[in-house]
């Protein structure tokens, strides 16, 4: 999956900071995640645990 970055004109258009790699006409899908949601909630407690798994040692996934 790619990752664009797009300012939001008004709620039915966006600019793009770089073009889309399709052609016109084609269809394309955009996710735009709840900041809100509660499965933001049990991300940051699934990453919590994962990194409270690890021993000071492993810092390197303290980046993740």
Not at 4 to 25: C, F, I, M, N
Not at 31 to 47: C, F, H, V
Not at 51 to 63: F, G, I
Request: glycine share 4%; aromatic share 6%.
């Amino acid at each position: 999956m790619k990752s664009l970055d797009a300012k939001v004109l008004d709620p039915q258009h966006l600019e793009l900071a770089e073009p889309l790699p399709s052609r016109t006409g084609e269809w394309v899908r955009i996710l735009i995640p709840d900041a809100d949601s509660e499965d933001a909630d049990w991300q940051k407690a699934g990453m919590d645990r994962l990194l409270a798994a690890y021993d000071e040692q492993d810092a390197v996934y303290d980046e993740l």
